[in-house]
Protein backbone atom coordinates (compact mmCIF):
# COMPACT_ATOMS: atom_id res chain seq x y z
CA UNK A 1 0.00 0.00 0.00
CA UNK A 2 1.33 3.34 -0.63
CA UNK A 3 0.38 4.28 2.51
CA UNK A 4 2.46 2.04 3.84
CA UNK A 5 5.84 2.94 2.02
CA UNK A 6 5.21 6.71 2.66
CA UNK A 7 4.80 6.04 6.04
CA UNK A 8 8.41 4.86 5.85
CA UNK A 9 9.65 7.80 4.06
CA UNK A 10 9.09 6.00 0.44
CA UNK A 11 11.02 2.54 2.02
CA UNK A 12 9.41 0.06 0.27
CA UNK A 13 11.29 -2.70 1.81
CA UNK A 14 11.41 -1.50 5.53
CA UNK A 15 7.33 -1.46 4.76
CA UNK A 16 7.97 -5.01 3.87
CA UNK A 17 9.82 -6.15 6.22
CA UNK A 18 7.88 -5.03 9.35
CA UNK A 19 4.80 -6.49 7.70
CA UNK A 20 6.99 -9.26 7.84
CA UNK A 21 7.53 -9.16 11.67
CA UNK A 22 3.86 -7.94 12.41
CA UNK A 23 2.71 -11.12 10.61
CA UNK A 24 4.82 -13.26 12.30
CA UNK A 25 4.27 -11.61 15.66
CA UNK A 26 0.40 -12.21 14.78
CA UNK A 27 1.24 -16.02 14.29
CA UNK A 28 2.95 -16.81 17.27
CA UNK A 29 0.28 -15.05 19.05
CA UNK A 30 -2.58 -17.17 17.56
CA UNK A 31 -0.04 -20.17 18.49
CA UNK A 32 -0.30 -19.13 21.97
CA UNK A 33 -3.68 -18.33 22.25
CA UNK A 34 -4.42 -22.06 21.01
CA UNK A 35 -2.06 -23.65 23.35
CA UNK A 36 -3.39 -21.58 26.38
CA UNK A 37 -6.72 -22.94 25.11
CA UNK A 38 -5.99 -26.44 24.79
CA UNK A 39 -4.75 -26.25 28.61
CA UNK A 40 -7.35 -24.44 29.96
CA UNK A 41 -10.99 -25.03 28.63
CA UNK A 42 -10.30 -28.92 29.25
CA UNK A 43 -9.68 -28.15 32.53
CA UNK A 44 -12.10 -25.91 33.13
CA UNK A 45 -14.57 -28.06 32.18
CA UNK A 46 -13.23 -31.20 34.11
CA UNK A 47 -13.05 -28.92 37.19
CA UNK A 48 -16.87 -27.58 35.99
CA UNK A 49 -17.48 -31.23 35.40
CA UNK A 50 -16.01 -32.55 39.19
CA UNK A 51 -17.87 -30.13 41.56
CA UNK A 52 -21.44 -30.53 39.06
CA UNK A 53 -20.90 -33.99 39.48
CA UNK A 54 -19.78 -33.70 43.67
CA UNK A 55 -23.07 -31.69 44.48
CA UNK A 56 -24.92 -34.33 43.15
CA UNK A 57 -23.24 -36.96 45.12
CA UNK A 58 -23.59 -34.61 48.07
CA UNK A 59 -26.77 -33.98 47.56
CA UNK A 60 -27.46 -37.72 47.04
CA UNK A 61 -26.20 -38.36 50.40
CA UNK A 62 -28.65 -35.91 51.80
CA UNK A 63 -31.76 -37.48 50.36
CA UNK A 64 -30.74 -40.74 51.51
CA UNK A 65 -29.75 -39.92 55.28
CA UNK A 66 -32.84 -37.69 55.08
CA UNK A 67 -35.45 -40.48 53.92
CA UNK A 68 -33.47 -43.27 56.83
CA UNK A 69 -34.37 -40.29 59.06
CA UNK A 70 -37.82 -39.37 58.14
CA UNK A 71 -39.02 -43.24 58.13
CA UNK A 72 -40.82 -44.90 55.71
CA UNK A 73 -39.92 -44.41 52.18
CA UNK A 74 -42.70 -43.28 50.74
CA UNK A 75 -43.63 -40.99 53.77
CA UNK A 76 -40.13 -39.45 53.60
CA UNK A 77 -40.26 -39.06 49.80
CA UNK A 78 -43.36 -37.54 49.96
CA UNK A 79 -42.05 -35.16 52.70
CA UNK A 80 -38.64 -34.65 50.89
CA UNK A 81 -40.74 -34.12 47.79
CA UNK A 82 -42.82 -30.90 49.78
CA UNK A 83 -39.08 -29.70 50.95
CA UNK A 84 -36.94 -29.31 47.53
CA UNK A 85 -38.87 -29.75 44.85
CA UNK A 86 -40.32 -26.73 42.80
CA UNK A 87 -44.12 -26.50 42.64
CA UNK A 88 -43.51 -23.53 39.90
CA UNK A 89 -45.01 -25.54 37.05
CA UNK A 90 -42.75 -23.19 34.79
CA UNK A 91 -40.14 -22.68 36.89
CA UNK A 92 -37.93 -24.89 34.41
CA UNK A 93 -40.20 -24.19 31.22
CA UNK A 94 -40.41 -27.55 30.23
CA UNK A 95 -43.17 -29.92 30.59
CA UNK A 96 -41.28 -32.87 32.09
CA UNK A 97 -42.16 -35.64 30.16
CA UNK A 98 -40.66 -38.66 29.80
CA UNK A 99 -37.61 -38.84 27.30
CA UNK A 100 -36.57 -35.68 28.43
CA UNK A 101 -33.19 -34.53 27.16
CA UNK A 102 -30.35 -35.97 29.60
CA UNK A 103 -29.51 -31.99 29.59
CA UNK A 104 -32.18 -29.77 30.31
CA UNK A 105 -33.52 -29.86 33.58
CA UNK A 106 -36.83 -31.27 34.46
CA UNK A 107 -39.58 -28.38 35.75
CA UNK A 108 -39.97 -30.64 38.97
CA UNK A 109 -35.48 -30.35 39.72
CA UNK A 110 -34.46 -27.86 41.96
CA UNK A 111 -30.52 -27.14 42.45
CA UNK A 112 -31.89 -29.07 45.96
CA UNK A 113 -32.16 -32.25 44.03
CA UNK A 114 -29.16 -34.35 43.07
CA UNK A 115 -31.11 -34.88 39.39
CA UNK A 116 -30.39 -31.04 39.01
CA UNK A 117 -26.96 -31.49 39.70
CA UNK A 118 -26.02 -34.74 37.50
CA UNK A 119 -27.88 -33.28 34.66
CA UNK A 120 -25.95 -30.00 34.54
CA UNK A 121 -22.64 -32.28 34.67
CA UNK A 122 -24.16 -34.21 31.81
CA UNK A 123 -24.59 -30.80 30.14
CA UNK A 124 -20.76 -29.22 30.22
CA UNK A 125 -19.78 -32.38 27.58
CA UNK A 126 -22.88 -31.32 25.67
CA UNK A 127 -21.65 -27.67 25.48
CA UNK A 128 -18.08 -28.77 24.49
CA UNK A 129 -19.59 -30.99 21.88
CA UNK A 130 -22.39 -28.97 20.42
CA UNK A 131 -21.42 -26.37 18.64
CA UNK A 132 -18.46 -27.06 16.50
CA UNK A 133 -17.97 -23.27 15.33
CA UNK A 134 -17.00 -22.82 18.89
CA UNK A 135 -13.88 -23.83 18.90
CA UNK A 136 -14.48 -25.40 22.05
CA UNK A 137 -13.92 -29.37 21.29
CA UNK A 138 -11.16 -28.39 18.90
CA UNK A 139 -9.09 -27.09 22.41
CA UNK A 140 -9.69 -30.89 23.63
CA UNK A 141 -7.39 -33.38 22.41
CA UNK A 142 -8.41 -37.48 22.12
CA UNK A 143 -7.61 -38.36 25.59
CA UNK A 144 -9.26 -34.99 27.13
CA UNK A 145 -12.71 -35.83 24.90
CA UNK A 146 -12.67 -39.60 26.28
CA UNK A 147 -11.95 -38.49 29.53
CA UNK A 148 -14.82 -35.78 29.48
CA UNK A 149 -17.31 -38.36 27.69
CA UNK A 150 -16.24 -41.03 30.26
CA UNK A 151 -17.34 -38.75 32.94
CA UNK A 152 -20.37 -37.50 31.83
CA UNK A 153 -21.36 -41.27 31.00
CA UNK A 154 -21.10 -41.73 34.72
CA UNK A 155 -22.72 -38.66 35.33
CA UNK A 156 -25.23 -39.58 33.20
CA UNK A 157 -25.96 -43.60 34.76
CA UNK A 158 -26.08 -41.78 38.27
CA UNK A 159 -29.09 -39.25 36.86
CA UNK A 160 -30.80 -42.62 35.11
CA UNK A 161 -30.64 -44.64 38.08
CA UNK A 162 -31.95 -41.28 40.20
CA UNK A 163 -34.88 -40.69 37.64
CA UNK A 164 -35.22 -44.54 36.81
CA UNK A 165 -34.90 -46.39 40.12
Known amino acids: DSEDVEAYGGDAG ?3 EELSLSLD ?13 SRTLPLSAFL ?3 VLDG ?4 MEDFVDDA ?3 LGGEEEARAALRVLLLDDDDDAMGDDGAEGDSLVRPRREETPLTPEYWHRAAVGVAST ?11 AFGEDDRRR ?3 AAAESAVRLLVRTRG
Not at 25 to 37: A, F, G, N, S, T
Not at 55 to 58: F, V
Open 48 to 50: LHS
Open 25 to 37: RRRKRDEEVDLLR
Open 55 to 58: TGRW
Open 14 to 16: LAA
Open 148 to 150: LLE
Open 67 to 69: VAK
Open 128 to 138: VASDPSSGLLD
